[in-house]
Structure formats: structure tokens, C-alpha cells
């Protein structure tokens, strides 16, 4: 039997660092979709605390066989307080560093709950988002990219032209990607999309707040087109994003298909 080498560990053969022949490099190898408790900053100075789907790789060169899995969850579990963004965003050069790569990526997917009041009433109910953080290192040089996933509710402009009364409507899905120069809140991008919807959506409405919303997306109409359009005339003017995607879905209420519109820069 070996002797035990001075950390109490078995002298075992690393396999993963023996050499391959192939002379095939991998652009990623990792770990996906590893639940993890992280804490989310509020623009209001609270705290949220939530859990995400992690997911972390690195580069490979060809010389390489593997990568070792497990430095990934030593990484994520040396924060015992929870994840925070600060803290992912340094994982990037720790984690390239511990698995001597050139390129490492890491992307944190939660549920980001706000409270939120109704138009009229201002009763409080939650609303929920999707967000992603995005980090990305190649060769020393970071990039975070924030991607956010907001609901609202859009009129169609033709529908309300052509009919003698009523005017059709549906649920929109609104994403938008922002690669950033600057931090930027969450709650930010959640209002920019909602601003330019045909109406915003609440989790809760009384009667009379209902009836605010029918009647302001019904004064307010946008195609699909609109909605993305709108979106990127304000990320345009705003310094702190240095490149977006802008993607608007509407699940028609009168087809049997979505209606759909992209627009991507790189400012």
C-alpha cells in the first residue's frame, strides 16, 4: 500500500491529467445545472435570498485528458454565506486559475421575486422574473452579462385599427441580454421592458385595477416589433451596456403561433 503524502491523502494516480492523444482541445468541460443558495443585493439595500442553477466550465487544451469535476464545488462551497454577485464574478480568475485555464465561463440562473403594487388599489402581491448572471474570462479579460426575463402584456396596433370595437391582446415574454461596463440593478432592466410594454403585469388586480390595465394597453398598442424597438432606443442611450439582445414573444391570443422579433448590438 502507498504511504499517505503529507496533506493525509493516498499517493492515487491522476488520471485526468494524463496525457491525450487525440490533439482535440474542448471549449468547455464542467459542471452544469448545480442547485446552489445565493444572495441577491436590492436596489432598496435588502437582501434576497434565493437558489440558482449553476453552471461553471472551462477551456481543455488537447494535451489534457480531463478536467477535475470536483474543483468546481470546492470553488462554489468556500462560500459558506451563500453566493453573492461579488463573490461570482471573483470565481472567474479563482477558478481558471485552480484549473490552470485559459478561458473559464460561469452562468447563475434564480428567481428574482419583487414586491410589487397594483395601479389603482395598490394592493401588494409578488411578481417573479428569470435572470441570469453571465460571467465569461478569456485569457485575464471578464465580461458580465446580465440576461433578464420579463413578462408584460401587449395590444396588437392592427387588431385595434380594424375593428369596430375591442382590440386583441396576449402575454408577451421580453428578454434582454446586457453585456456590461457598469453595474446595473436588476430592477432597472425589469422597469425599462415593462415602460415600453403595451401595460406591465401584476400578480394580484381588484376590479378597479383591472380595469386600469384593459384600458391602458388598449391606449397603448405595440406590434412585436415595437416592444424590441422601444427597448433598445433606451439601452442605446445608456452608457453602462456595452452590447445587448433585445427579443420580444407574443403568444397570440388569435393564432396558433407566436409572433417574434430580435435585435442584437454591439456598442
Known amino acids: 500500500m502507498s504511504a499517505p503524502d503529507e496533506a493525509g ?7 485526468q491529467s494524463s496525457v491525450d492523444t487525440r490533439r482535440i482541445p474542448i471549449d468547455k ?6 442547485r446552489h443558495s445565493v444572495r441577491i443585493a436590492r436596489r432598496d439595500g435588502g437582501e434576497q435570498h434565493t437558489v440558482a442553477m449553476i453552471s461553471m466550465y472551462v477551456n481543455l487544451p ?8 470536483s474543483r468546481f464545488v470546492e470553488l462554489l462551497n468556500g462560500h459558506d454565506a451563500g453566493l453573492t454577485v461579488d463573490n461570482f464574478v471573483a470565481l472567474l480568475p479563482a477558478m481558471t ?29 409578488l411578481m417573479d422574473y428569470d435572470i441570469h448572471f453571465i460571467g465569461e474570462s478569456i485569457e ?28 386583441h391582446n396576449q402575454r408577451s415574454q421580453v428578454t434582454v441580454t446586457a453585456r456590461l461596463k457598469e453595474f446595473l440593478w436588476i430592477e432597472e432592466l425589469i422597469e425599462l421592458v ?12 381588484k376590479r378597479p385595477d383591472e380595469k386600469y390595465v384593459t384600458e391602458r394597453a388598449y391606449e397603448n398598442p405595440k406590434f412585436v416589433e415595437d ?11 445608456d452608457e453602462r451596456v456595452a452590447g445587448y439582445i433585445v427579443e420580444a414573444e407574443n403568444f397570440e391570443s388569435i393564432h396558433n403561433h407566436s409572433a417574434y422579433a430580435r435585435i442584437e448590438r454591439d456598442m
Open 9 to 15: 491523502a493516498m499517493d492515487i494516480a491522476d488520471v
Open 227 to 237: 416592444l424590441v424597438r422601444d427597448v433598445a432606443h433606451h439601452l442605446n442611450a
Open 29 to 34: 468541460v464542467g459542471i452544469k445545472d448545480l
Open 97 to 125: 486559475d485552480i484549473l490552470e485555464a485559459e478561458a473559464g465561463h460561469i452562468e447563475m440562473g434564480f428567481t428574482y421575486f419583487t414586491q410589487k403594487a397594483a395601479p389603482v388599489t395598490g394592493v401588494e402581491s
Open 140 to 167: 485575464g479579460r471578464t465580461t458580465m452579462t446580465v440576461r433578464v426575463g420579463v413578462p408584460v402584456t401587449s395590444l396588437c396596433p392592427c387588431s385595434k385599427q380594424i375593428s369596430a370595437y375591442g382590440a
Open 194 to 205: 415593462e415602460a415600453q410594454a403595451s401595460c406591465e403585469l401584476y400578480g394580484l388586480l
Open 62 to 69: 488537447h494535451h489534457f485528458k480531463g478536467t477535475h469535476m
